[in-house]
Each structure stands twice: as C-alpha cells, then as structure tokens.
C-alpha cells in the first residue's frame, strides 16, 4: 500500500452501510455487518470502499444531514467497531474513504441549535441568516420536487437561513474562519483513525456571492486548496475525491495544478453512456470526452454507471433529459428532481448484454471505476419507496429470510428487501451467483482482475480508434508497456469493424484466450458485445 498514486488503478466500491449486513438482528446493516463481509468484497477485487455517512444523524437525508462530525450513528456501531473495521479492511489491502459533508449540518446539529437560539451565541455565524429571503436569487434549487427556496424562515431564531439542499440541512458559513477550522478538525479526527480519505460532498456551494449562482466560486477553491495542503501535509498518500456535478469544465478548477482534489467524479460521462447504449451511437460519449480537458497528472476522473443518489441528468441539454426520461423512466415514479431513481439492471430492462456492455465502457474509459453496491449482482429497485430510497435496499446474500441480511423479524427492517419476481432474492441474491461460473458477479470479478493486470485502464493515454462505424465505440488506452484496444458494439445488430494495422503483434483477446494474428484486419462483434485485446510482440 505504498504507492501514493493508488487511486489512479483501484477500483471503490460505494456501500451503504445501512442495507449492507445487520450484524445484531435490528433490522439496520452496521459497522460489524460490514466487517463480516469483507471477504465477499475482498473476493470481488475491490480496492477501495467509500461509506455513505454513518455519523450521528437524523437521517432525513440518510445521513447526509450531521448532527455530530465525530462519532458514529449508534445503529450502525460504535467508534471502536469503526476502528476494527479499518484495521480489517487495511489487513486485506482493502481501502476505506469516507464522505466529509462540508456544506451543510442538520439542523439538529448543536452548532445549529445554540445558533438559532441565541444571536449573541459565536455558533450563530456558524450559519447563513437573513431578515429577507431576496438574497442570492441566482443560485438554482437542487431538491426541486421539495424545496420552493433556498431560504427557510426560522421562528426561533426570528430570521431567514440558507440552505442548498433539504430545509432540516442549514448550510455552514464559510466566510466565518471557526467554521474552516472546524471543518479541518473533522477532517483530522478521521485520518488520525486511519482512513484513507474522503469523498468531498456538495463541494461547489461552500460559499455564497451576491450577484453569482453561488456555484464554483474562488473562495470555495481557495479553502479546498487549504483542506488539500493540511491532508498533504499530515497525512501524504490519503486523496480528496470531489463532488462536483457540474460540466467537466468547471470541474478541471477543483483539481488546481495538482493542488486541490486527487479526484473528481465524471458526472456527464455517466448519463451519455446510457443515451449511447439507447441509441446504439458512440456520438454522445464522443462528445462528452472531447470536451474533457486534460487534468494534472497526478489527478484522476472517477467514473461511475449508478450511485446511492437519482441518475442526474443535470448535465444534459433540455432536449437530453426529455429523452432520458422518456426512454429510462417511463413511469413518473420513476422521477425525481432532475434524475432518474432507479438502479442499473431495471434501467437496461435486466438485459445482460447491455449490463456487461455497461460495466465494459465503465471500466475501460479512463478514470477510476466506483461500483454502487448490489449492482455487481444486477439488484433492482422499488419505485414505490420514497425519495431515492428504492434504491437503497437491502442487499441480496441469498434466498433466505431478508434475502440474508438480516435476522430481524421483517417488520424490523430499515426498509423493506425487493419483492419481485425479476430482481428479488429467490432470483437475485450473491450465493447463488458464486456458485454460477456464468453469473454477472462472476463477470464483474473478472472485469476487476483483468483491469489490475493492465495498468493502462488507469494510467493509459486514451484515443479513438477511427471507423466509421457510430454503433462501434473503440478506442486505445495505452502505456509504453501496455496496449490495450477496446471494442464495444452499442447497438442491437451484428456489426464489422477495420482493425489497424498492427504489423508485428497479434491481439490477444482478454476475456476468451483467442489470438488474433498481425494480419488480422477486421474484428466482428454480436449485438452489443465488447472486446478487450491486448497488443503483444509476436
Ligand atoms: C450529495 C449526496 C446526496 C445528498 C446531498 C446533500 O449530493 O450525494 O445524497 O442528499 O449531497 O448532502
């Protein structure tokens, strides 16, 4: 675990510690439930785990509304189960990131309710209050099937407060040095237990500008570069991944000269790769990587298919997102603000060769791959829970009681496991997938392996691999040592492309064995299959 640029070859895996394995038979997943599942996420190759938040909250937002940066939500365990956790995962040369929510706390946040109470407290700068709710009218609502403004009116404190997401999560002031400093000592509480560093949410709107969208605003950038220097600083070798879920352009700023974020998630790749595989045309995602800037080497994009969240469709034109919606969520429930809240397998009608096809651009696109979890086994959703809770249930062990995650009597359970008679656990659960050479989980272990073996799919230059073929998206990920040519059919029909030239080398097909010899001229792919060949010296 040496390495300081780790981050560019592993592969995360986002678990939501909650659904993921009840240890202690109260319905809830936890810390200890985790544990007991390292092996399985060890087995799979994972290199990194990101954990949704699992400090004490409220839960209004799933936890992304903290009422204590330093302690853990006691249904999920303790500080000590924390602790073991790390020690554990670290014994399996697994890695732990965790997320830091910088923007915003719940309003039941201590901070917030001296605060509120009191307007000589010093905790009443700690937020953002106005007697008018006219101010900063340029910046949009993110939560809008909930949210009517960015403002809420407080009846104990008498004024306005800020908030960028739910009502019951007031945003942080920034502008108040305590609040920058305090943010640095949650970030030092958790390093200094060992984790190997954070995810970064909400970032773009730590500070407001009258006049702007309070969106990406040099302050911001300027205390991110302060957080970066202290993690660098102290703790060298942990990285920073961002949340920004803007257009690539706005997001090349967050990683600096190399000096701010260690990563940034790609969110526009994510929603073009579902339009690309709907209209069988590799045109979206073209575009969206030519409109990728170059970021500093020593920087990475984090790619992803799905997460805990609705599939945005923030980062698509108008015309874009009428067409999502009415291709991927024909059912208004399927809605949600401006996304999609349903998962992987569902959204691809459960059909595996456009699940595989997925993960294969996922993890050959340049970037770092995070996998949501229960998404390597192809787990559904259920539309009729609220918010973005369908899909976040119970993950899928095995065909017994509570599809094996938890020995609580049913009517215990966090939220219910899915009942269907597609993607429930008689059909869907890991066990039976292990046993399966064929399965999905299979596949994405092997995905995972081969991608270790190949340092170009995180290091590697990336180029188009010219034909005038739009079905066929092909492309070069390339180091001195390590070739690669990627192939992906995005379409329903058979489709025949020109190989280059490659005087010299044969292409050694990763998946299946087969060799194509230097003469090889043409390369034909079924109906929505892809194919990873390595270039050797023959
Ligand atoms: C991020 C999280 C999301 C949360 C929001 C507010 O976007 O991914 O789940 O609701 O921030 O913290």
Not at 20 to 39: T, V, Y
Not at 68 to 77: A, E, L, N, R
Not at 222 to 245: D, F, T
Not at 353 to 362: C, G, M, P, T, Y
Request: hydrophobic content about 40%; some cysteine; proline content about 7%.
């Amino acid at each position: 675990m040496q390495d300081s640029y780790w981050y560019k070859d592993a592969v995360f895996y986002e678990v939501y510690v909650r659904a993921f394995f009840d240890s202690n038979a109260d319905g809830h997943g936890d810390l200890p439930g985790l544990l007991q599942k390292l092996d399985y996420l060890q087995a799979l190759g994972v290199d990194c785990l990101w954990l949704m938040p699992v400090y004490p909250s409220p839960l209004k937002d799933d936890g992304y509304d903290i009422a204590s940066y330093y302690g853990i939500q006691p249904v999920f365990g303790s500080l000590d189960d924390f602790k073991e956790l790390v020690e554990a995962a670290h014994a399996r040369g697994i890695r732990i990131i965790m997320d830091l929510v910088l923007n915003h706390t719940s309003d039941q946040h201590p901070w917030f309710q001296l605060a509120r109470s009191d307007p000589n407290s010093p905790y009443r700068d700690y937020y953002v209050w106005s007697d008018s709710d006219q101010h900063y009218k340029d910046a949009r609502i993110i939560f809008l099937d909930t949210e009517k403004s960015n403002w809420t009116w407080d009846e104990v404190a008498g004024q306005y407060y800020w908030h960028r997401f739910y009502a019951s999560q007031p945003d942080l002031n920034y502008d108040n040095p305590a609040v920058q400093a305090e943010m640095i000592n949650v970030a030092k509480f958790w390093l200094d237990l060992g984790i190997d560093g954070f995810r970064a949410d909400a970032i773009p709107y730590l500070f407001e500008r009258e006049g702007t969208n309070c969106e990406n605003l040099p302050e911001t950038h300027a205390y991110l570069k302060q957080l970066r220097s202290y993690v660098e600083r102290h703790y060298p070798g942990r990285i920073l991944l961002c949340e920004a879920n803007q257009w690539p352009q706005d997001v090349r700023p967050y990683f600096g000269e190399g000096d701010e974020f260690h990563m940034g998630f790609h969110f526009p790749v994510m929603p073009r790769i579902f339009m690309s595989i709907h209209m069988g045309d590799r045109t979206p995602l073209a575009w969206i990587l030519e409109h990728t800037p170059e970021i500093p080497s020593s920087c990475q994009w984090c790619t992803f298919l799905r997460n805990h969240d609705e599939l945005t469709l923030e980062m698509v034109t108008e015309e874009e997102r009428q067409w999502m919606w009415q291709v991927y969520a024909p059912e208004p429930r399927m809605r949600l603000n401006l996304g999609i809240r349903r998962r992987l397998a569902p959204l691809l009608d459960y059909d595996r060769r456009r699940i595989e096809l997925a993960n294969s651009l996922l993890f050959t696109l340049p970037g770092s791959p995070i996998l949501y979890y229960g998404d390597e086994i192809g787990m559904g959703d259920n539309i009729w829970l609220t918010d973005r809770n369908g899909v976040r249930t119970p993950m899928q062990w095995n065909d017994g009681p509570n599809a094996g995650f938890s020995q609580a009597t049913p009517n215990l359970l966090y939220t219910p496991v899915i009942e269907d008679p597609i993607s429930g656990p008689e059909v869907v659960n890991v066990a039976r997938q292990q046993a399966d050479a064929g399965s999905l989980l299979n596949l994405i272990r092997r995905m995972i392996a081969l991608r270790k073996q190949h340092p170009a799919f995180g290091r590697g230059s990336f180029a188009w691999l010219q034909n005038d073929c739009e079905a066929v998206a092909a492309f070069q990920r390339a180091l001195p040592e390590d070739s690669l040519w990627c192939f992906h059919n995005l379409s329903a029909e058979a489709q025949s492309v020109p190989l280059p030239e490659h005087p010299g080398q044969a292409l050694y097909d990763l998946f299946t064995g087969r060799v194509l010899p230097p003469s090889a001229g043409q390369l034909d792919l079924e109906p929505y299959q892809y194919v990873w060949l390595c270039l050797q010296q023959v």
